[in-house]
């Protein structure tokens, strides 16, 4: 869990791993999670609660509302990321949601509003042989569209083939563009304290618009470098954070989350 403070240019997170029965739980036919005192809970009006805390300093109470209908990403319920059957997904997400809730800090109740992205993507083995990590990228433009987009790197530096960009429109309906169609460019550099890894935290993609066929350039600008998760438990260090977007022009045309993993040794080892 984590919390980026634009204002006081500070990123709070706490990573926790615990086992069911050790004051953890899944259920199976809902969604409904707990790992300590972090909840995710779908409520009967369909809306999803989400309670927790980042250690001392921050305590979350929020209620998610879903603005657009839920999103099945792939064919048939299967996202491919590669040649061979295991490198593959269940990936479904909500690509717009309501926020409301309030989060306390230093004695400090503040009222949240806002839209909210979630995202939850199901496998056991997902990177092919060739792969080394990705580079995943969340947008909701400012029109009531979202984009979502992934570029899976391969060992020689090449983006694999299984690398995909989908608009979301104002409906919900998806429209799939493969590498040929959508163009990404790793730009920007964060060298972490932490882990060493270097992070190209400010790409930018091309894309064909399916709403009148034009293409737009769209570039991701992070809201503050500081926002890796060192993966100090897990053993997985990846930089994941806040962002604008901006267009062409250099006009802010929406909101953006950002996740860039496989900077810091090998990916597919510590997934396995």
């Known amino acids: 869990m984590a919390i980026t403070d634009i204002n006081n240019q500070s990123f709070y997170h706490e990573e926790r791993v615990n086992k069911e029965g ?63 059957k295991t490198a ?13 809730g309030k989060i306390r800090y230093n004695k400090k109740e503040l009222d949240i509003t806002g839209s909210a992205w979630m995202d939850h993507e199901i496998s056991s083995n997902q990177l092919d042989e060739n792969q080394v990590g990705w580079d995943w990228v969340s947008v909701q433009l400012n029109d009531n569209r979202e984009i979502m987009a992934y570029i899976l790197r391969n060992k020689d530096g090449s983006i694999s ?33 932490q882990t060493g ?6 790409p930018s993609f091309t894309t064909i618009d399916p709403k009148d066929g034009v293409r737009r350039k769209f570039k991701i600008v992070p809201l503050m470098d500081e926002q890796e998760v060192p993966g100090k438990i897990g053993g997985v260090p990846y930089w994941e954070g806040a962002c604008n977007v901006q267009d062409d022009k ?18 597919k080892e510590r997934l396995n």
């Not at 593959?88 to 409301?100: E, K, P, W």
């Open 250 to 267: 250099g006009s802010v045309v929406g909101k953006a989350y950002l996740e860039l993993s496989g900077y810091s040794g090998n990916l």
């Open 22 to 84: 050790w004051n953890a739980y899944s259920k199976s036919k809902d969604l409904d999670l707990k790992n300590g005192n972090w909840t995710l809970k779908r409520l009967k009006d369909n809306s999803i609660s989400l309670k927790g805390s980042i250690k001392a300093d921050y305590l979350i109470d929020l209620e998610l509302t879903p603005k657009k209908p839920l999103v099945i990403f792939g064919e048939n319920g299967i996202s491919k990321k590669g040649p061979s």
């Open 197 to 202: 890894a270097d992070y190209p935290i400010t």
């Open 161 to 193: 083939d299984y690398s995909k960009l989908v608009w979301i429109d104002e409906k919900g309906k998806l429209s799939h563009q493969n590498p040929k169609d959508f163009h990404w460019k790793q730009g920007g550099s964060y060298k972490s304290k």
């Open 88 to 100: 593959a997904s269940h990936y479904i997400t909500y690509t717009r949601l309501g926020v409301n």
